[in-house]
């Protein structure tokens, strides 16, 4: 499984996003212009307690590592991406706990910037354990087969709950709700920017180029830290994916709540790519 948002410039704060945290990592080098490098893409595939690797695709030629904390001085694993792909596969030094971070970090070589995501172990998938008992009477026996297949039928709508998203990279429009739509976009280059329309008309630019990191809780539950462009604190917003294309806005608890954007009255909002 694999783990997938806002205090803007007179605009959404702890009430309007979610909760108000110190940012924990990924962080990019903040852009100050549109046509400004902030770091090396850098993507990381699922981590668990049973993986002897940790792969994933980043920007070509870039110089890989793993961390157990960030900044750490000693490497859990090292490697360099494809120069043709992008891909890599580092071996990890020891295994990993599970629940624990780790700092997967992509330095690029000539302009010696750098990107990181913080990956959260999860616990090694496993089978079902299917189990026989000899028992007396075919009443007690059927008992028990009905009680594993509900187990089997729990453990598949768990893993069907994955749907792929790696980066919430690209751009996000929103439902409209009291006539106001927002349009989110995570780039690399750009970082975090979020803006405001009302009937199609943008309204008010509400973020603009902040740095941001991404903390997946679940593969579908994700925490979002960033910080505006000239602001010295950082502010966190939650996202629940429901497809592969689609998020919701949460609190920290993973509940749907109204938020409040801008101008905009508070409500439930939907984004779309």
Do not use: C, E
């Amino acid at each position: 499984m694999k783990k997938f948002m806002v205090a803007m410039t007179g605009l959404v704060t702890l009430a309007t996003l979610g909760a108000v945290a110190p940012a924990a990592a990924v962080t990019p080098t903040t852009a100050h212009a549109a046509t400004t490098h902030v770091g090396p893409s850098l993507s990381v595939n699922a981590v668990y307690t049973s993986s002897a690797k940790v792969s994933g695709t980043a920007t070509k030629g870039s110089k890989v590592t793993v961390k157990a904390t960030k900044n750490a001085k000693k490497n859990l694993a090292s490697g360099t991406a494809s120069k043709t792909t992008g891909k890599y596969s580092i071996k990890l030094s020891k295994k990993l706990k599970k629940n624990a971070n780790v700092y997967v970090y992509a330095t690029n070589p000539k302009t010696k910037t750098s990107f990181y995501r913080i990956i959260r172990v999860q616990a090694a998938a496993t089978k079902a354990a299917t189990t026989t008992k000899t028992t007396s009477t075919k009443k007690t026996t059927s008992t028990k087969k009905t009680t594993t297949a509900k187990k089997t039928t729990t453990t598949s709508t768990k893993k069907v709950a994955n749907y792929g998203v790696k980066t919430p990279t690209g751009t996000w429009k929103s439902n409209t709700a009291n006539k106001y739509s927002q349009k989110i976009v995570f780039s690399q280059k750009t970082g975090f920017n979020q803006t405001l329309y009302k009937n199609g008309k943008k309204v008010k630019t509400l973020v603009s180029y902040a740095k941001y990191s991404v903390d997946a809780k679940t593969p579908t539950f994700w925490k979002i830290n960033y910080t505006p462009k000239g602001s010295k604190t950082a502010q966190t917003l939650y996202l629940r994916f429901t497809s592969a294309k689609s998020f919701k806005l949460v609190n920290s608890k993973n509940q749907v709540v109204a938020v409040k954007a801008g101008v905009a009255p508070a409500a439930k909002w939907t984004f779309t790519k």
